[in-house]
């Protein structure tokens, strides 16, 4: 590796503090060195690499002000402070409250969940689980999950219509008269499809009385 002036590091590491954004082109021009000496650099200054634009760009560790979601965006380059764009989405679904929607991972990374989500069907970290038709993914730590999915069928249930009792009635019926029936085959029951209840409505009332069937949290 090309030895470097201390004068001349400091230099360059200045100049790229100022354009906040570059490339390693940019970097190797600057120092006048080889690839691999460039990339030896980047490694010492443990720059950061951009999630989105095909990891072109690098940022300086001194240069981002991250968000709550530990993501930085300058114009249409984004990083995060966890790396690439597959550490990303591991670590704001870890991170939720309840999990995240395709379209609420898009919208926090500001980009369309369709050209990546499909790569992160079988990635370590995350478990996705279809809630009303809509994938969610949530942590693939049992603990974590159970905390994930009993927040997001609370604050679902929240937004639906509240189960009055003569619902309830019904659900317990069903319970009583199919005994060891599981959730989704409550739901398909034409007395639950009737009343128009709620799967999540349903959901939420069996966890809150201790009525829905236990699964081991498993990879999709």
């Not at 219509?161 to 599981?182: F, N, P």
Request: charged share 25%; with cysteine; proline share 4%.
């Amino acid at each position: 590796m090309r030895k470097f002036s201390e004068e001349t590091v400091e230099s360059v590491y200045k100049i790229l503090e100022r354009v906040k954004v570059f490339t390693i082109d940019r970097l190797i021009s600057a120092l006048g060195c080889s690839m691999p000496s460039a990339r030896v650099k980047l490694k010492q200054w443990k720059a950061y690499t951009s999630y989105n634009q095909n990891g072109r760009y690098y940022t300086l560790p001194t240069v981002p002000r991250f968000d709550v979601n530990d993501l930085w965006f300058y114009e249409n380059v984004f990083f995060c402070r966890y790396g690439n764009l597959r550490n990303t989405v591991v670590h704001l679904i870890d991170n939720s409250p309840s999990g995240l929607s395709a379209n609420e991972i898009g919208d926090v990374v500001r980009l369309s969940s369709r050209s990546f989500l499909h790569h992160f069907r079988n990635v370590e970290g995350i478990y996705r689980e279809k809630i009303e038709g809509v994938y969610v993914y949530f942590s693939d730590n049992p603990v974590r999950h159970k905390e994930q999915i009993q927040q997001r069928l609370n604050v679902l249930a929240s937004t639906q219509k509240s189960i009055t009792e003569a619902d309830a009635v019904v659900i317990l019926g069903a319970l009583i008269r199919h005994h060891g029936i599981s959730e989704k085959d409550i739901i398909s029951l034409p007395e639950i499809q009737t009343r128009k209840i709620s799967a999540f409505v349903i959901r939420a009332f069996l966890d809150r009385h201790g009525l829905l069937k236990k699964t081991p949290v498993t990879k999709p």
